[in-house]
């Protein structure tokens, strides 16, 4: 989420109030910038062997997921991503280079009066607009205004979407970014009302992941983010989860990172745009209170 100089793309919202163009800051989950650059199997004991238990293995909520690993009789790979995430990144991609390579100056300006979200917008009566006020609350999500942005979030998008999506499934994952996306982008213009700011980038829907993951992806006894076995945690509560140290520590950082942002801090990929703290905090709000509603209950074993 990213802020910076630059020209209004469009002049559809300022014709319409009857006012004449002239530059205005945007914000952007990245500000809109033209880039000038175009294993191995289980082994078996031997016969007459008793196989013994395994004393290092985790216990309790940890078992469930060993389990299945188990079941499965291999190894889960470093990288594993589902394939409805993948094509997601791959969505993101292809749009970031159609937006950036193939668009002249003009069909880029009208993607973004099509597609980006602005708090400009809403100023007007709804009724005297096209319908870009209902989709544009999510679609702004799907762009990316640098290379930069785009290559950060997606591995921010792996790292967190992947243990989301295997735990709610590809029906409540779209929902959750889609209700992520405006809640973000709306947290965003509650701060920015009537501002002349075009928010893009999926940096809110990622932080909502994030914040969602905190909820049962770490370790209720203590850890890292857990690896293909983390959807399978129990989730914990509001509470419970910040008496977990790594998860308020986590977000004890992150908050810390956002304050500083918001003072003018550069952050690694920012591109040449100003990040929008406030999304990123909208998002990751929605996510840790409102996650319950789209969890679903743990298979039974």
């Known amino acids: 989420m990213f802020c910076g100089d630059g020209r209004w793309p469009c002049t559809h919202l300022r014709r319409m109030a009857g006012l004449p163009p002239r530059s205005a800051a945007v914000c952007l989950h990245v500000i809109t910038q033209r880039d000038p650059r175009m ?9 007459g062997d008793v196989p013994q ?14 389990a299945s690993e188990a079941e499965a009789g291999t190894s889960q790979p470093a990288i594993n991503l589902p394939g409805p995430l993948v094509a997601l990144l791959a ?7 159609v937006e950036n390579y193939l668009l002249s100056d003009e069909m880029h300006s009208y993607m973004l009066f099509e597609l980006a979200f602005t708090p ?14 209902l989709w544009t609350p999510v679609t702004y999500s799907l762009l990316h205004g640098s290379i930069e942005h785009l290559a950060f979030n997606g591995l921010w998008l792996a790292a967190f979407g992947a243990p989301v999506f295997r735990r709610i499934g590809l029906s409540r994952f779209i929902v959750f970014w ?5 809640a973000a982008a709306f947290f965003h213009a509650m ?16 932080s909502a992941l994030m914040a969602a993951a905190c909820r049962f992806a770490f370790p209720a006894r203590g850890g ?34 956002n304050v500083l942002i918001a003072f003018g801090m550069p952050l690694v990929g920012a591109g040449e745009g ?7 905090i909208g998002g990751f709000l929605f996510g840790y209170f409102l996650f319950d509603i789209f969890d679903r209950p743990l298979p039974k074993r």
């Open 39 to 47: 294993d191995d199997s289980p082994k078996t004991p031997a016969t």
């Open 53 to 66: 238990p395994d004393r290092s293995a985790p216990s309790g909520e940890y078992r469930a997921a060993h």
């Open 91 to 97: 969505l993101l991609v292809g749009l970031y280079l």
């Open 120 to 133: 400009l917008r809403y100023v007007y009566p709804l009724s005297q607009q096209g319908l870009e006020w």
């Open 178 to 182: 889609a209700f992520s996306s405006a």
């Open 191 to 206: 701060l920015n009302w009537g501002q002349e700011t075009i928010l893009i980038g999926a940096s809110g829907v990622i």
């Open 224 to 257: 890292g983010l857990g690896r293909a076995h983390a959807h399978l945690l129990p989730r914990q509560g509001i509470v419970e989860a910040m008496r977990n140290r790594t998860v308020f520590i986590f977000t004890l950082l992150w908050f810390l990172g």
């Open 274 to 280: 100003a990040i929008a703290w406030d999304a990123h």
